[in-house]
């Protein structure tokens, strides 16, 4: 296997690392590979899919990650984007790699420049984590903001339908303007829940590769936690400040067990091979089958937190006392709980597949892709 002098720089594939000075420049594992590739194709200007197939054929992503990896690697080479030295953009095709000299060597053979360069000691694991970290999170923003979009939109969708069936159930009181009052709490929790999520796997993703499924299912469920234990801390706090209502709100396992589900099924759906509709059918069953065992334990989602509160709030008129009456029970019991958590969970892991597979593309138009 070759490596690659450049100016002052040393890029080793083979002992992943690029070096200046005899000082380890830290890069996340994707952004080696697309120097790597760059360089090793650099007589041509390179598409930006063809980047895709080779950098990230395994996982989701947007056109935003591709150009914070690009940021990044003129940052730590130095390159000014307006006078380029060693990364060109070829615009809307690609990019290119245009250093003339580079020196192409066995990676087995004594170094010829900068003798001892690959000895010296590699940059501190701490720093390494930072930067890994600080480029997961704010490198990628269309991870988590895609996410929360379709998040957000399959609440918002699952609580308009929830409140047209409840308005419709004979026997209901329920107003027609339950329905948009249902729409934004259910739009709100699931945007909350899909930023959370989609945050998790961003981290999750740049944080290893010899263990990526677990660390993808660990940074999943991680952000559903948090997400879930902040907004039962502020449920909890406005009911208890503002109408004096206490109900017992889940938050932490709910987001748990949902953010768990939604990062095993991306891992295995980015894993075998990206088809356009195994995310979304993998990550709607998995994330309704753990809200179903949720709600069958007595941990309900939105719908039945909500008629929770409706039975401790006098008068209110969200109650789903009549959506239990239509499936034979006669109040909102077990069965009609358990039905609607796991439709809760499904439509939500369904909006949030789709919003991890959607990507801008470089035209007018959009697209819906799983890993180009």
Not at 165 to 182: F, M, Q, R, Y
């Amino acid at each position: 296997m070759p490596r690659y002098d450049f100016s002052d720089f040393r890029l080793s594939p083979r002992r992943r690392l690029l070096v200046r000075g005899g000082r380890e420049l830290p890069l996340i594992p994707r952004y080696f590979d697309l120097l790597v590739f760059l360089i090793e194709r650099r007589h041509q200007a390179v598409h930006r899919r063809e980047i895709f197939d080779r950098v990230w054929s395994d996982v989701i992503v947007s056109d935003s990650a591709l150009s914070q990896a690009i940021r990044t690697l003129r940052r730590v080479l130095e390159d000014d984007p307006r006078d380029p030295r060693f990364i060109r953009t070829v615009s809307r095709h690609g990019y290119q790699f245009i250093f003339a000299d580079v020196v192409e060597e066995d990676d087995e053979a004594p170094p010829q420049r900068d003798p001892g360069s690959l000895a010296e000691p590699r940059a501190p694991m701490a720093g390494l984590i930072v930067t890994r970290l600080r480029q997961a999170v704010g490198g990628t923003p269309a991870r988590w903001a895609s996410a929360a979009v379709g998040g957000g939109l399959a609440g918002a969708a699952a609580g308009a339908a929830g409140g047209l069936l409840l308005t419709a159930t004979p026997g209901s009181g329920a107003p027609l303007a339950v329905i948009p009052v249902l729409a934004a709490i259910g739009g709100g929790c699931g945007a909350a829940g899909g930023a959370g999520v989609g945050a998790g796997l961003s981290v999750g993703e740049a944080s290893t590769r010899s263990k990526r499924s677990l660390a993808l299912v660990c940074g999943a469920a991680a952000g559903g936690v948090l997400i879930g234990l902040t907004t039962q801390w502020l449920m909890r706090w406005t009911l208890t400040a503002l109408v004096g209502v206490t109900v017992d709100i889940g938050g932490g396992l709910e987001g748990l067990v949902i953010g768990g589900a939604a990062g095993l099924a991306y891992a295995f759906a980015t894993a075998v091979g990206p088809r356009r509709l195994q995310l979304p059918v993998l990550m709607a069953f998995l994330c309704g089958l753990g809200a179903l065992a949720l709600a069958s334990s007595g941990r309900p989602l939105v719908g039945g937190t909500l008629h929770a509160i409706a039975r401790e709030a006098r008068g209110s008129e969200i109650s789903l006392a009549p959506l239990g009456r239509l499936v034979g029970e006669p109040d909102f019991g077990p069965v009609s709980q358990a039905l609607l958590g796991a439709g809760e969970g499904a439509l939500f892991g369904l909006g949030l597949a789709f919003g991890l597979m959607y990507r801008p593309s470089s035209r007018t138009s959009h697209e819906m892709v799983i890993a180009p």
